[in-house]
């Protein structure tokens, strides 16, 4: 597509410092553009849950700016739906089922209620658990807990989802189921998605662009565009063309490793 | 990561529930219950035995049969005192919980507030309630409400400590979220930091519902009066100057037994209230 998108996240010269003295960032530009599906991939340490952090207000950068829809990300937290979380652990409140769960950033918002159980139980439909409504966190598996998490991130109708890890504890057999419906609901729902990981597999089969990323002190190493195309099939890990860019992405984290280890 | 322990213990208990399901009761009962009932009455024949090989009167060491002839012949006196106690020591206790409840989210609701005020908090935690129990009588004056503000008073710390300390241990990426969502303070305690801290507070009242009784009865000692209007300190008190020393253990047995009631109420009403979600409150599922 060569039509001017807009951008939704940009990373402006961003460092973050933390009080221990520990670089968690250093000098981080990067630009996502609206509807677009981005990885950051690197090892830990390497500042991709800061920056995600930061995209949505949560720690700001020690120096340079991160602007979301170009707006600081603590105004549209205070103003907007726009950005929603997805936390490794599902961090479900285990005192509320899932219904209760899902409702919650609506109750925060206010708003009709009628209006707001319906918006739970379509979004509860769209991940599979319209027959869950009542079950409690504690009687559901790590994957069921995790579509919970997802649905209550998307209750609140946001444009741009920022998801830290959140298959990282899942087995992997429900991780790929995980990963085959958030790019439906990708795809549905018009969202730009900021996704941080740390699996080269993971990042390459959902992203339409990959940041990666290298430690002490964290910034980015290089970006690699991932031209497969939508929607992606399971089928498609065994694809030549797939096995191109987990080499590529892989290459790209193991020399700058390597480089340090000689420095 | 609590997952995979939560997910071990819900197998553990279900695998034990299938064992009790299988084991027929006669056997259950063997295990569970029958060792306990043994020991029991071989403490009771004990009791009832040493006194009387030694020879030792019933004003020194009273046979278990005196103790129940001694709660027969005076069940109107200590039925009565019973009643009182109880009484007392339910006020005193829901004073403590809704006063203890209020105060602390009062004082977690700002962080300069709970910075002054807690450390004092601490400080009068620690001054034995006997030691004041006087200052009460002189500013309420002799009878029921110096012993209902004295087993308030005993009560009441617990319940503050467990219940600020549970307000402040929520998990800091439920904490995150609420902040993604912009909640308000009051939104932030109704709906995160109360639900949360509801283990804590439950602790907070096990503890002083069986405190309120010690409270009570201290508050008869010193502020009990007569007149038929004297609960079990009081009666205890009583007995005491008389040498009815088998009287003073039917008293003694009943406080006991009064603060395990109190106790299991209190757990069973904790119980109801977290078993949706809580892991201490987890049983054995479906």
């Not at chain 2, 569970?32 to 009932?37: A, E, M, N, V």
């Not at chain 2, 209020?102 to 309630?129: C, H, W």
């Not at chain 2, 300390?165 to 109704?190: I, P």
């Not at chain 2, 008293?251 to 069973?268: N, Q, R």
Request: hydrophobic share 45%.
């Amino acid at each position: 597509m060569t039509i001017e998108q807009k951008q939704a996240v940009y990373f402006q010269h961003v460092s973050k410092v933390y009080n221990t003295g520990t670089v968690a960032l250093h000098h981080f530009d990067f630009p996502v553009k609206e509807g677009e599906f981005v990885s950051f991939l690197g090892p830990s340490g390497c500042g991709k849950s800061t920056a995600l952090r930061m995209v949505a207000g949560l720690g700001s950068p020690t120096s340079g700016e991160v602007s979301v829809f170009g707006r600081p990300p603590e105004e549209l937290i205070k103003y907007t739906n726009d950005i929603a979380f997805v936390f490794q652990d599902a961090n479900l409140l285990p005192w509320r089922s899932v219904l209760d769960n899902v409702l919650l950033p609506l109750e925060l918002r206010g708003g009709s209620k009628k209006e707001k159980r319906e918006t739970a139980k379509r979004v509860l439909e769209m991940v599979g658990l319209k027959d869950h409504l009542s079950s409690y966190p504690r009687q559901l598996s790590g994957g069921m807990r995790m579509r919970v998490s997802i649905a209550r991130a998307l209750a609140a109708k946001p444009k741009l989802l920022l998801m830290d890890e959140p298959f990282a504890a899942l087995d992997e057999i429900t991780r790929q189921t995980l990963q085959m419906e958030l790019l439906d609901i990708w795809k549905r729902e018009k969202m730009t998605v900021l996704f941080v990981t740390h699996n080269v597999y993971e990042a390459v089969f959902l992203s339409s662009k990959i940041a990666v990323m290298s430690a002490r002190p964290g910034r980015l190493s290089s970006v690699i565009d991932v031209n497969l195309p939508y929607p992606r099939e399971l089928s498609m890990r065994t694809d030549p063309a797939f096995s191109k860019y987990v080499e590529i992405a892989s290459a790209s984290l193991e020399s700058h490793e390597s480089r340090k280890e000689t420095v | 990561m609590a997952m995979p322990e939560m997910e071990m213990t819900k197998q553990q208990n279900a695998l034990t529930a299938a064992a009790r399901r299988k084991r027929p009761f006669a056997s259950t009962f063997k295990e569970l219950y029958l060792g306990p009932i043994i020991a029991f009455i071989l403490f009771l024949t004990l009791w009832q035995t040493i006194p009387l090989a030694l020879g030792l009167p019933h004003y020194i060491l009273p046979k278990p049969t005196d103790v129940w002839e001694a709660t027969i012949a005076d069940w109107t006196l200590l039925s009565e005192a019973i009643r009182i106690t109880i009484f007392e020591s339910v006020i005193g206790f829901l004073l403590s919980a809704v006063i203890g409840i209020g105060v602390s989210v009062l004082l977690a609701s700002s962080k300069i507030l709970e910075r002054s005020i807690y450390p004092y908090a601490i400080i009068l935690q620690t001054i034995p309630v006997v030691a004041v129990a006087p200052i009460v009588v002189i500013w309420f004056g002799a009878g029921f409400n110096s012993i209902v503000v004295i087993s308030f008073l005993i009560g009441f710390f617990p319940v503050i400590s467990n219940t600020l300390m549970g307000l402040n241990s929520v998990d800091k990426n439920m904490d995150e979220l609420f902040t993604l969502y912009n909640a308000s303070k009051w939104q932030r305690m109704w709906k995160l930091r109360i639900p949360a801290a509801m283990p804590y507070i439950m602790t907070g009242l096990k503890i002083s519902c069986t405190l309120s009784i010690v409270g009570a009865i201290v508050g008869e000692y010193v502020a009990g009066i007569g007149g038929g209007n004297g609960g079990l300190g009081y009666a205890i008190t009583v007995a005491a100057i008389q040498v009815k020393t088998s009287f003073l253990f039917s008293c003694g047995i009943a406080a006991a037994i009064l603060g395990i009631s109190f106790y299991l109420i209190v757990s069973l009403f904790s119980k109801m209230l977290l078993g949706s979600w809580h892991e201490s409150a987890m049983k054995s599922e479906k």
